[in-house]
């Protein structure tokens, strides 16, 4: 994102911190076409640091409009996608590269883990303004949660989707909190409806998930590697092999979890040597795919005993 584009928006949310509430609805409505143009130059962003910067500037903006119009969905689901895009692009890879500080995995884990619940939050409150009684039904027990998933359409696909995949990030670092841990057959309900209205969402992004769920634990602990690749497989068709997260997925955590090293590396050394310009619009994880391949690369004795 540009200079001027951050420029503008702060001063549009001076604007907004002072104007009447007729402009300030105007003035909203106006960075809300900002933000969603501004999103499709932050995925083409081919600089991780220039884009981490940006992107932590633009997340902030975004609060601070959402304050003035705390029910427009628009706003909130560019905060829930950018919150959860941040934290899987920057906060996990300090994880993996501070991997062997005990204190600073640590404290990245848990930024991790509040950041993820951030995205989650901003979703959830989406989907209950959609549907006023799915409120009720967070709470309610596993199979009347799944009933009430019914309710969703395709339209509803963005939010359930980065929704789900917040509350499963979060979890994901919350091991050691059991109250969280039990919430996961939710988040997986609700990817399984996104999985059911539009598979091909976020290039993908339903299948790749439960690529990623079904590859993540052994057998023994019920991973299921058969319908792990079937996911990741069904993603790369859909995808043309120009998102390089797949491949990344296929890598770690399937070939890792079914020790195959072969393909470990082969999946790895196609990432790295897949042209910048292989898919434009999204070179920014095309590059966060690149770096965890490097990073995974050098753990392979590690990995494969």
Not at 268 to 273: A, F, P, T
Request: aromatic share 10%.
């Amino acid at each position: 994102m540009k200079g001027s584009f951050s420029l503008l928006l702060i001063t549009m949310a001076v604007v907004v911190s002072a104007c009447s509430p007729i402009l300030k609805q105007m003035t909203v409505s106006s960075a809300t076409e900002i933000f969603q143009d501004g999103q499709a130059t932050f995925y083409r962003e081919g600089d991780l640091r220039l884009a981490e910067q940006a992107l932590a500037s633009t997340l902030k903006l975004l609060e601070v409009f959402l304050q003035t119009s705390p029910d427009n969905q628009e706003l909130l689901l560019l905060a829930s996608q950018g919150f959860e895009a941040y934290t899987f692009a920057f906060v996990e890879e300090k994880i993996a590269t501070h991997r062997t500080d005990p204190q600073l995995s640590s404290l990245h884990r848990e930024r991790a883990r509040r950041l993820y619940l951030r995205g989650r939050n901003y979703g959830l409150r989406i989907l209950k303004l959609r549907h006023e009684p799915f409120a009720t039904a967070l709470h309610a027990d596993l199979p009347a949660f799944r009933e009430a998933l019914q309710v969703f359409q395709k339209e509803d696909v963005p939010a359930l989707f980065w929704t789900a995949y917040g509350w499963a990030g979060s979890i994901n670092w919350s091991r050691t909190r059991p109250e969280m841990v039990v919430e996961l057959p939710r988040a997986v309900a609700m990817m399984r409806r996104a999985l059911e209205l539009d598979e091909e969402y976020f290039y993908a992004g339903p299948h790749l998930f439960f690529g990623v769920y079904y590859a993540s634990r052994s057998p023994a602990l019920g991973g299921e590697p058969t319908r792990a690749r079937s996911h990741l497989d069904r993603a790369l068709d859909l995808t043309g092999g120009k998102f390089l997260l797949v491949h990344l997925f296929i890598a770690d955590p399937f070939a890792v979890q079914t020790q195959d090293r072969a393909l470990f590396e082969t999946q790895l050394r196609l990432i790295l040597d897949a042209p910048d310009d292989l898919f434009p619009e999204q070179e920014l994880m095309n590059q966060v795919a690149k770096a965890r391949a490097r990073l995974l690369l050098e753990r392979i004795d590690e990995l494969f005993l």
